[in-house]
C-alpha cells in the first residue's frame, strides 16, 4: 500500500470516530445526559406543576441541592427530570413535593430520599405531590367566585319561577275558597236554613207543652216519686222473705245442678235410663205392641169379648 492511501486510510477513520463522538455528545445533550456532570437525573411524576420551571431549586431537608432540569408532558401527568448533586442518595421510597419558596414567589421541589434501604436508579421514576401556593387559592377563589354568581343566577331565576308558580296556586285557591264559601252560603239557604227554622219551631212547641202541661209533668213526677218511695217500702219490709226466697232459688240451682250431674253420669239410673239404647229398643218394642193390639181389637173386637158376659138394664127391672 503506497503512503497516500494509508494517509487517506486514517484520516476517513479519524473523521468517522470524530461523527460518532459527535453523535453521541448530541444525543446525550438532547436527553440532558452530560456525562461531566456532577448530578444525578431523577424523574418526579406529578398530577400538575403549575408555576414550575427549568433551573428552579431542587431542595432536600431544606437545602439546595439540585435543580429542575426539565419537562415531559403526558396524559394524565406531568414527570419533572431533576438534576440531584451526586452525594445524595435516594431509595425507592423517596417522595417529593412542590411548594413555593415564598408567599408569592417561585416554586421548588423538596425531595424526600426515603428510609427503604434499596437504592433508586439513576434515572429511576417516583411519586410527587402539588401543594398550591397563593396563587392558587386566588384561583381557586375566582372560580368559586364564578360558580357562584353563576348558582345564584339560577337562583334568582328560580325565585322567579317560584313566585310565578305560588302566584297561580295561590289565585287558585282563593278562586276555590270563593266557590266553596258560595256552595256554602247555597246549602244554608237552601238545606241548613230550613232545618234550623223547623228545629226552632219544634223548640217553641216543647216549650210551649212545657208551659201548658206543667201541673200534668208535676204529677207525674209526684207519682213517680210515691211508686218509687213505695217500692223501697215494700223492699225493707219484705227483706227476709226475699232473703229466703233467693235462699230457695240458691237450693233449686244447686239441686238441678246436682240432677243434670246424675243425667250426665251412665252409672246412674237416670243416666242409664237416658243414656241405654237397649232400653229405648225395648220401649219402642213395647210401643209397637201396644200399637198391633190396638189395631187387632179395632179390627176383632169380638175376639177379645166373646168370653164376656154384659147384662144391661135398660129399664132398671134387673139387675
Do not use: C
Not at 415564598?102 to 439513576?122: A, C, F
Not at 410527587?128 to 397563593?134: H, K
Not at 232545618?195 to 212547641?205: C, I, N, S, V
Not at 209526684?222 to 223492699?235: P, R
Amino acid at each position: 500500500m503506497r503512503p497516500e492511501e494509508k494517509r487517506q486510510e486514517i484520516i476517513v477513520g479519524i473523521v468517522v470516530l470524530i461523527i460518532l463522538a459527535a453523535t453521541v455528545m448530541g444525543i446525550m445533550w438532547g436527553k440532558k445526559y452530560d456525562i461531566f456532570s456532577s448530578r444525578s437525573y431523577y424523574t418526579v411524576r406529578v398530577a400538575r406543576a403549575s408555576g414550575l420551571q427549568e433551573g428552579d431549586p431542587v431542595t432536600v431537608s431544606g437545602v439546595p441541592k439540585g435543580v429542575v432540569d426539565d419537562f415531559i408532558i403526558r396524559k394524565d401527568s406531568v414527570d419533572i427530570i431533576i438534576g440531584v448533586d451526586k452525594d445524595i442518595t435516594l431509595f425507592s421510597d423517596a417522595s417529593a413535593i412542590i411548594s413555593n419558596m415564598e408567599l408569592l414567589g417561585s416554586k421548588k421541589v423538596e425531595v424526600n430520599p426515603g428510609r427503604s434501604g434499596t437504592q433508586l436508579v439513576e434515572h429511576g421514576i417516583f411519586r410527587g405531590t402539588f401543594a398550591g401556593g397563593l396563587e392558587d387559592i386566588f384561583e381557586t377563589t375566582g372560580a368559586i367566585s364564578t360558580d357562584f354568581q353563576t348558582l345564584l343566577g339560577n337562583f334568582n331565576k328560580t325565585l322567579v319561577l317560584l313566585n310565578k308558580a305560588m302566584e297561580e296556586d295561590v289565585q287558585a285557591s282563593l278562586h276555590t275558597i270563593h266557590m266553596t264559601a258560595v256552595l256554602i252560603d247555597s246549602l244554608m239557604e237552601a238545606d241548613i236554613q230550613p232545618g234550623l227554622l223547623a228545629m226552632k219551631g219544634t223548640l217553641q212547641k216543647a216549650e210551649h207543652m212545657m208551659d201548658t202541661k206543667q201541673a200534668d209533668i208535676d204529677t207525674i213526677v209526684t207519682n213517680l216519686k210515691m211508686v218509687s218511695i213505695t217500692l223501697n217500702q215494700v223492699v225493707d219490709d219484705n227483706k227476709d222473705k226475699l232473703a229466703k226466697s233467693l235462699a230457695n232459688l240458691d237450693k233449686i240451682g244447686e239441686d238441678l245442678s246436682r240432677l243434670s250431674i246424675r243425667l250426665k253420669d251412665p252409672k246412674s239410673s237416670l243416666g242409664k235410663l237416658i243414656n241405654s239404647d237397649s232400653l229405648y229398643q225395648k220401649l219402642d218394642s213395647i210401643t209397637v205392641n201396644i200399637n198391633d193390639i190396638i189395631k187387632d181389637l179395632k179390627e176383632n173386637p169380638k175376639k177379645y169379648l166373646e168370653h164376656v158376659n154384659i147384662n144391661v138394664d135398660m129399664f132398671g127391672g134387673g139387675k
